[in-house]
């Protein structure tokens, strides 16, 4: 069993900054490759980026490619988000996800363990 809990969230101003942390518990978070996601009202819950169990592979949706860095600190049993120059359709809930495999996937059905979920609000 993994738990995982989001912070870093909150309102910040178009082209802003944020970055989001998730925090692991458990002894293996070294082991899992980890994934953010997000998801606007009443839409659908999109990929935003994942990393590797070393943290040397990442992946991004074209949308946040740029702007957004995942990474991540084993010892810490930490992996966070990066977010530069926001724009409003960046607003949604942010999701982490462990997924019990050596890399991140892009399909949320691929990861195991799910964070409750950080607010973020980008204003116009």
């Known amino acids: 069993q993994v738990q995982l809990v989001e912070s870093g969230g909150g309102l910040v101003q178009a082209g802003g900054s944020l970055r989001l942390s998730c925090a692991a518990s458990?002894?293996?978070?070294?082991?899992?490759?980890m994934g953010w996601f997000r998801q606007a009202p009443g839409k659908e819950r999109e990929f935003v980026a994942a990393?590797?169990?070393?943290?040397?592979?990442?992946d991004y949706a074209d949308s946040v490619k740029g702007r957004f860095t995942i990474s991540r600190d084993n010892a810490k049993n930490t992996v966070y988000l990066q977010m530069n120059s926001l724009k409003p359709e960046d607003t949604a809930v942010y999701y982490c996800?462990?997924?019990?495999?050596?890399?991140?996937?892009?399909?949320?059905?691929?990861?195991?363990?799910w964070g409750q979920g950080t607010q973020v609000t980008v204003s116009s």
């Open positions: 996800a462990v997924r019990n495999g050596k890399y991140g996937s892009s399909w949320p059905r691929a990861y195991d363990y």
């Open positions: 458990g002894r293996t978070f070294s082991r899992y490759a």
């Open positions: 990393i590797s169990w070393s943290g040397g592979s990442t």
